[in-house]
T-cell receptor, first 114, second 111 residues
Framework: DTAVSQTPKYLVTQMGNDKSIKCEQNLGHDTMYWYKQDSKKFLKIMFSYNNKELIINETVPNRFSPKSPDKAHLNLHINSLELGDSAVYFC?????????????FGQGTRLTVV | GNSVTQMEGPVTLSEEAFLTINCTYTATGYPSLFWYVQYPGEGLQLLLKATKADDKGSNKGFEATYRKETTSFHLEKGSVQVSDSAVYFCALVGGADGLTFGKGTHLIIQP
């Protein structure tokens, strides 16, 4: 069983479109994250949710809107896609954010905006 | 806020060479420290971790020791293999910032 699964794995779309990436974890964790990894492999946290409540919201355009229908899911919706949104997006989860907390990552979604 | 600095790559070594990837951090209090590895086309996996000063994390022949006096968590392996080629991320958890990553070090091992 995949612990953190995200779909789709690849997403190619045109500028201006709206798209969603889904993430589900079956680990029973209470905290979920979205990270963006650029072409240089830099990882930047975008959002963090704990028990369906937003706890970290880094400076990202408001075109990005996370939605957490329940503790096991954190979906990422992106409006009006731009070329600069092309990247690999990773979902992750952890049990809390305390000392020693390990995060488990999905396989990533490679988004290409053309 | 917290921050992690690690040596930039790519780091290219021959098989069986000794590996060191440096990592230093800035954080308040007593963070937990991690090394994650990302193999080509995959997500990040935890490689090892240490939760308090002088702890040594180890896994798959890799080791790192939590040095509070030098705020460092350098990754070492005595004899690398081609299969170790990947991107390695140093990270920490501390305070309200959640999991903070370094910029990653691309390691290339040549046969």
């Amino acid at each position: 069983d995949t612990a953190v699964s995200q779909t789709p794995k690849y997403l190619v779309t045109q500028m201006g479109n709206d798209k969603s990436i889904k993430c589900e974890q079956n680990l029973g964790h209470d905290t979920m994250y979205w990270y963006k990894q650029d072409s240089k492999k830099f990882l930047k946290i975008m959002f963090s949710y704990n028990n369906k409540e937003l706890i970290i919201n880094e400076t990202v355009p408001n075109r990005f809107s996370p939605k957490s229908p329940d503790k096991a899911h954190l979906n990422l919706h992106i409006n009006s896609l731009e070329l600069g949104d092309s990247a690999v997006y990773f979902c992750a989860s952890s049990q809390g954010q305390g000392q020693g907390t390990e995060a488990f990552f999905g396989q990533g979604t490679r988004l290409t905006v053309v | 806020g917290n921050s992690v600095t690690q040596m930039e790559g790519p780091v290219t070594l021959s098989e069986e060479a000794f590996l060191t990837i440096n990592c230093t951090y800035t954080a308040t209090g007593y963070p937990s420290l991690f090394w994650y590895v990302q193999y080509p086309g995959e997500g990040l996996q935890l490689l090892l971790k240490a939760t308090k000063a002088d702890d040594k994390g180890s896994n798959k022949g890799f080791e790192a020791t939590y040095r509070k006096e030098t705020t460092s968590f350098h990754l070492e392996k005595g004899s690398v293999q081609v299969s170790d080629s990947a991107v390695y991320f140093c990270a920490l958890v501390g305070g309200a910032d959640g999991l903070t990553f370094g910029k990653g070090t691309h390691l290339i091992i040549q046969p």
